[in-house]
């Protein structure tokens, strides 16, 4: 079995080119789409002052199993997403877009992994966005996590009743990243469907436009 499935796969880019760009996002996109798909979330933000980055996961999927399995069903996969971000977290920092000028941001599986990552990653970010996901591991799985985010912006929103992802696991999250001193908006929506919806839209905007100082 191949040990970093992801590697050399594709990595889009929208909005400003990082020689121009006020700050920068890693958009993650969801099990079973394309990095083009989370890019038209992007545009939804209407904060073309910001480049966005987004990985293509190896045949759509970052992981195999549900986010619930046990971590070891999902390696290598799980491993590999996890270096991809963390390769391109400090590509990006090289070219001058330190962590507290970044967001990480994520639908979905992608959610699940961007919340991972941050927590295994702990340092202050420009912020951290889970549109219907949260921490991974079957329950009980231990969450002490080292390091501090010090302070980062962190919006959780989901359904409360999603097929996917239990309204406890989000909980756990918000729970966790205050814990590590985040500063979290957890917002469940009564009803909704397994989706993105204009009112988590209109959050993440005033965070990207409090990240790039509007």
Not at 7 to 26: D, I, K, M, Y
Not at 180 to 186: F, K, R
Request: aromatic share 8%.
């Amino acid at each position: 079995m191949e040990a970093h499935p992801h590697a050399n796969r594709p990595v889009l880019t929208a909005g400003a080119p990082l020689s121009e760009a006020r700050g920068a996002a890693v958009m993650v996109h969801q099990r079973g789409a394309r990095a083009e798909d989370i890019l038209r979330v992007a545009e939804a933000f209407n904060r073309p002052e910001l480049a966005y980055i987004a990985p293509q996961a190896a045949g759509n999927t970052w992981y195999p199993y549900g986010f619930l399995e046990p971590i070891p069903s999902n390696q290598p996969w799980l491993d590999s997403a996890l270096k991809v971000l963390f390769e391109l977290v400090e590509n990006l920092r090289r070219q001058g877009f330190p962590p507290e000028a970044l967001v990480l941001a994520g639908f979905s599986q992608g959610a699940c992994l961007v919340t991972e990552f941050a927590a295994r990653n702990a340092q202050r970010y420009g912020g951290l966005v889970a549109f219907s996901g949260g921490l991974i591991g079957p329950p009980g799985t231990p969450r002490d996590y080292p390091g501090d985010l010090n302070g980062t912006p962190v919006f959780l929103g989901c359904s409360d009743v999603d097929f996917h992802i239990p309204k406890e696991r989000v909980r756990e999250t918000s729970r966790t990243f205050r814990a590590m001193g985040a500063s979290v908006e957890q917002r469940l929506y009564p009803g909704m469907g397994h989706t993105i919806n204009a009112d988590e839209i209109g959050y993440v905007r005033g965070m990207l436009s409090r990240l790039i100082g509007d």
